[in-house]
C-alpha cells in the first residue's frame, strides 16, 4: 500500500508541474485503471479512454459512471478505483474528507444548465418559468446529486418554485425521460443536451450563469494501480484532451 501510496503522490506532482502537457507513451502504466465519473461525462471520458488506451498499449480504462454523490458514497464504503471525477466540488470534498484523496484535486472543466425538450418542442416550452407551472410534464434531478443542486441554485435566483413530475438519480436518466418523450421539459447540463443529437432541443437561460459547476479529479489514495491513475488524470488534464471537452460544450477552467 505504502509503495502505492508513494506513486500516487510522485505522480501527481508531475501533472502539477507539466499538466497541459501530452502524456505520450510510457511502458510504465500498465494494467487496468478504474475511473469512477460523473454520468455527465459519460461521452468525453468513453472517448478519452480510448486514446489513453492507444496511448498506453499495456492498459484497460474501466468506467463506473452515476451520480457524484452515489459514486462519493461508494468510495468512502470501500469500493476499489482507482480515480474519481465528480460534477461537483462538495463531492470531492466528500472523499477528501474521509482520507480518500492525497493529493489536491485539479478543476478540468466547467459545465451549466440548459432546458431539454423533445425534438420540436411539443410542450411549447419557452424559458425556466414553465418548471414553475403545473401544466408541463417536467423532470429534474434529485437534489442531492450536482445537477440538482445546481437546479435549486437557478431557481431560488429566478425566484421560481419548480413542480417536477420526477426526479431522477442522475442527469442521464432525467435527459432520458426527454428523449423518450415522457416529460416535456428537463433541466440537465447543456453538454447532454448536445450529446443526444437531434432527439432533444436545447433552450438557453439567463441564470444558468449562477450555477456554473466545478469538475475536479483525483487519483484516490487507496489506488489498486496508483502509477495508471496519475497518468490517467495527467491525461485529461492535459492539452490534448481539451479539444475533446470543447467539442461537448464543456467550458475551461
Do not use: W
Given at each position: 500500500m505504502m509503495r502505492k501510496l508513494g506513486a500516487v503522490v510522485a505522480a501527481v506532482a508531475v501533472i502539477a508541474g507539466c499538466g497541459t502537457e501530452d502524456t505520450g507513451s510510457s511502458d510504465s502504466v500498465s494494467g487496468t485503471v478504474t475511473v469512477f465519473a460523473a454520468a455527465s461525462?459519460?461521452?468525453?471520458?468513453?472517448?478519452?479512454?480510448?486514446?489513453?488506451?492507444?496511448?498506453?498499449?499495456?492498459?484497460?480504462?474501466?468506467?463506473?459512471?452515476?451520480?457524484?454523490?452515489?459514486?462519493?458514497?461508494?468510495?468512502?464504503?470501500?469500493?476499489?478505483?482507482?480515480?474519481?471525477?465528480?460534477?461537483?466540488?462538495?463531492?470531492?470534498?466528500?472523499?477528501?474528507?474521509?482520507?480518500?484523496?492525497?493529493?489536491a484535486p485539479v478543476t478540468f472543466v466547467r459545465n451549466r444548465l440548459e432546458i431539454a425538450v423533445p425534438a420540436g418542442n411539443p410542450g411549447g416550452i419557452t424559458g425556466l418559468a414553465d418548471f414553475g407551472r403545473a401544466e408541463p410534464k417536467l423532470a429534474?434531478?434529485?437534489?442531492?446529486?450536482?445537477?440538482?443542486?445546481?437546479?435549486?441554485?437557478?431557481?431560488?435566483?429566478?425566484?421560481?418554485?419548480?413542480?417536477?413530475?420526477?426526479?431522477?438519480?442522475?442527469?442521464?436518466?432525467?435527459?432520458?425521460?426527454?428523449?423518450?418523450?415522457?416529460?416535456?421539459?428537463?433541466?440537465?447540463?447543456?453538454?447532454?443536451?448536445?450529446?443526444?443529437?437531434?432527439?432533444?432541443?436545447?433552450?438557453?437561460?439567463?441564470?444558468?450563469?449562477s450555477a456554473i459547476n466545478d469538475y475536479p479529479i483525483a487519483p484516490l489514495a487507496a489506488a489498486p494501480n496508483g502509477t495508471a491513475a496519475a497518468a490517467f488524470v495527467q491525461f485529461v488534464t492535459s492539452e490534448q484532451a481539451r479539444p475533446v471537452f470543447a467539442a461537448a460544450g464543456f467550458d475551461q477552467p
Open positions: 461525462l459519460t461521452e468525453t471520458f468513453t472517448e478519452l479512454g480510448k486514446q489513453f488506451e492507444a496511448a498506453h498499449p499495456g492498459v484497460r480504462v474501466v468506467y463506473n459512471f452515476g451520480a457524484s454523490s452515489a459514486l462519493a458514497q461508494q468510495i468512502g464504503q470501500g469500493a476499489p478505483a482507482d480515480v474519481f471525477a465528480a460534477a461537483a466540488p462538495r463531492n470531492m470534498q466528500q472523499v477528501q474528507d474521509g482520507g480518500d484523496v492525497t493529493a429534474l434531478c434529485a437534489e442531492q446529486v450536482p445537477c440538482g443542486a445546481a437546479a435549486a441554485t437557478v431557481f431560488e435566483t429566478a425566484g421560481i418554485t419548480p413542480q417536477p413530475d420526477t426526479r431522477e438519480a442522475d442527469v442521464k436518466a432525467a435527459l432520458t425521460k426527454v428523449t423518450l418523450g415522457e416529460v416535456d421539459a428537463a433541466l440537465v447540463y447543456r453538454t447532454d443536451v448536445r450529446a443526444a443529437g437531434s432527439k432533444v432541443q436545447g433552450i438557453d437561460f439567463p441564470e444558468a450563469a
